[in-house]
Nanobody, 120 residues
């Protein structure tokens, strides 16, 4: 079993900053691509940012230039630095990682989500 645990959510005013963290633990053999996803109230979950094993990144247009994703391969962790936050950034943020264990090929593991609320 592999667990992803997010932390760092909360309430922030518009224009503020917040940093999310996510660490994977368990019977991990390798970790592939990692990413952060955003689910706004009443909407579908959408990709915010992804990062490859060697650090290549992709961002949604809505967060380009404001959010930065990074990872620490030694810790099996991924981070999301969010700056100039807007009310539309409000929602639950989930981290995800493609993980392989000693007994399974790569599969997508998900965290439980952390709430981010941006007040105007």
């Amino acid at each position: 079993q592999v667990q992803l645990v997010e932390s760092g959510g909360g309430l922030v005013q518009a224009g503020g900053s917040m940093r999310l963290s996510c660490a994977a633990s368990g019977n991990i053999f390798r970790v592939g691509n990692m990413g952060w996803y955003h689910q706004a109230p009443g909407k579908q979950r959408e990709a915010v940012a992804t990062i490859g094993v060697r650090g290549s990144t992709n961002y949604a247009d809505s967060v380009q230039g404001r959010f930065t994703i990074s990872r620490d391969n030694a810790k099996n962790a991924v981070y999301l630095e969010m700056n100039n936050l807007k009310p539309e950034d409000t929602g639950v943020y989930y981290c995800s990682a493609f993980v392989a264990t000693l007994t399974s090929d790569y599969y997508p593991a998900w965290g439980q989500g952390t709430q981010v609320t941006v007040s105007s």
